[in-house]
DNA sequence: CGTCACGTTGAGTAGATTCAATTGAGGTGG
DNA sequence: CCACCTCAATTGAATCTACTCAACGTGACG
């Protein structure tokens, strides 16, 4: 739906034509960070912005009596850790052995030409997840992401989930049991093909798809 | 919670730290909106700006069998439409007879640096809204929603309510029939009072704001 | 080979939805 | 200014989806 036409992608006039590099300085080293490891915190203070190098990391938030929400995964390649303002308003740790590079603009810097990009497509994909918690079901739900995790791989077949059923439920709104129950019917229709525990292989691509619309 | 300490707002390094004022170029004029109207429709050539003046916008999406996701109330002085490529994802209607300055940046114009907090500001609120729509409760979400209303329009006892019950259900996921059953419950326990269908005035704001967590 | 965390499956329950009927508010025309 | 009309909102009853609680499997790892 509503296909990119072409392989160059057109741009609003208000943003910069030709977006710069984002890292042009001296190379900033590679934090490692093992499996559940915290990045930072809700409420510490923000000011850096991090790319994942290799591994996962998961976005969430808390309510006082513990439930939780993750509103983004973000995988190697992707950049994340910019706020509003100087309070970190989430919660980012590392789902998996992840290496992360730390980078701190200098006081000063302007990294608006840079960054606009970045929150605009995070603010998209955020606008889209509403859509699924707000108006999909639980069947729904999974088909959307099993789909967006394969787009963000390259559209392959085969699709790898670095992250537990626990945090897939808490990113989807569902318990661990219905999206259990769900990855079950799903292989029961033929859908998709359990691999491992963690990697999966999509069978019906279209069905698939008309689920998650 | 979190509360920012000064009246002066610290901001990350890699923010202008002096943000320019949104439109500086001659007077742009300011359309009108009929209550309901279309102002652009997901597909659409994206590239203006807009900024309420008067009245409410709702941004939103649909799936094929017409549920509706809204993910953002706007309200006079707020600015939408800038997305991350040169199409709307989205919809955007006026709520009620609605002004609107349409704001077209001339080619070339890099609107970065007044863009940049506009949309982190909207993605923290979007990601915000993920864990209202993920993981709270009827009574929870209508709370939230109602302080969230208050706090937009200045803290104030009396908030004014521009949308249906239809709108209030399509943004935080629920039935128009459990939006009003909720709210119906909120006023037999005293926390609000109805002063017309869409002006509520909040009684307890405390209860209010420990429901919305 | 045993342990432990993670995942799956099952039965019963609760909360929100659906469908239907009624009430109420706002706007229009006489 | 009032009566009427229409659409929005409220209330009620029955249903259904996802949740809770519990038991059982299974894979990874020492």
Known sequence: MYAQASAKIELPSYLPQNPAPFFEGPATPVSFFPAGAEIYAQGEKAGAL???EFGAVRIYRLLADGRRQISAFHLAG?????ESDATH???AEAINATGVRVFRAPSGTDMSRQLLPLALKGL???QEHLLVLG??????RVAAFLVEMSERQGGLQQVELPM???DIGDYLGLTIETVSRVLTRLKEKG?????????IEILKRDTLLAMGE
Chains 1, 2 share one sequence.
């Open 164 to 166: 537990s059923r626990n």
């Open 78 to 82: 992707e950049t994340f850790g910019f």
């Open 191 to 199: 859908v998709i093909r359990l691999l491992s525990l963690r990697s």
């Open 124 to 126: 998209t994909r955020a």
């Open 89 to 91: 308003h989430f919660f």
């Open 50 to 52: 991090y790319q994942v």
């Open 135 to 140: 108006r999909q079901n639980a069947i729904e």
